[in-house]
T-cell receptor
């Protein structure tokens, strides 16, 4: 049990739709990162938020966006969903950008 | 950019030791992590090592780091069937824009009776 909680656990969306995934970080953790894990692959870094500001971004298009709230929880938004967006989306939190990183159980997104 | 590589599959007998290997390319990586992923689940942090260390032991787990060769290994002593899972090696690098983990493709460990 890492204390990082994500919702929803599973969802199905249609191509072209928009999705919002949510994450509550472990207590005391002010840094949240999001990763995409396609089937059979390792997780890929999407972006990181630190004190409500984006603090690093991976190689993902602008239709992937996020927010961090004053309580350090976070949202990942994906617009104009494509079939290749089907993946496990993992949220990770830490107590600072350079500190140990703990993951939640993930949100499984299927785009049909 | 950083590249992390792992062998894809390892099979061991219950009670034997398992050794999972990983190589990375960026010598400025600050932390190196091992995560475990069971089917349908998220990533469980097993252990990590700071880049200025060469060994870390935590109960059945031993991590060895050869910084010169950029080689990391995870040894699991007395491997049990419950250890069957995918194991990911990840390298962390801090930059001005925060830090990110670069993962390998994972090593599937199968423990046979």
């Amino acid at each position: 049990e890492t204390g990082v909680t994500q919702s929803p656990t599973h969802l199905i969306k249609t191509r072209g739709q928009q999705v919002t995934l949510r994450c509550s970080s472990q207590s005391g953790h002010n840094t949240v990162s999001w990763y995409q894990q396609a089937l059979g692959q390792g997780p890929q870094f999407i972006f990181q938020y630190y004190r409500e500001e984006e603090n690093g971004r991976g190689n993902f298009p602008p239709r992937f966006s996020g927010l961090q709230f004053p309580n350090y929880s976070s949202e990942l938004n994906v617009n104009a969903l494509e079939l290749d967006d089907s993946a496990l989306y993992l949220c990770a939190s830490s107590s600072g950008p350079g500190n140990t990183i703990y993951f939640g159980e993930g949100s499984w997104l299927t785009v049909v | 950019g950083e590249d992390v590589e792992q062998s894809l599959f390892l099979s061991v007998r219950e009670g034997d030791s398992s050794v999972i290997n990983c190589t990375y390319t960026d010598s400025s990586s600050t932390y190196l992590y091992w995560y475990k992923q069971e089917p349908g689940a998220g990533l469980q942090l097993l252990t990590y090592i700071f880049s200025n260390m060469d060994m870390k032991q935590d109960q059945r787990l031993t991590v060895l780091l050869n910084k010169k060769d950029k080689h990391l290994s995870l040894r699991i002593a007395d491997t049990q069937t419950g250890d069957s899972a995918i194991y990911f090696c990840a390298a962390s690098k801090s930059t001005g824009g925060g830090n990110k983990l670069t993962f390998g493709t994972g090593t599937q460990l199968k423990v046979e009776l």
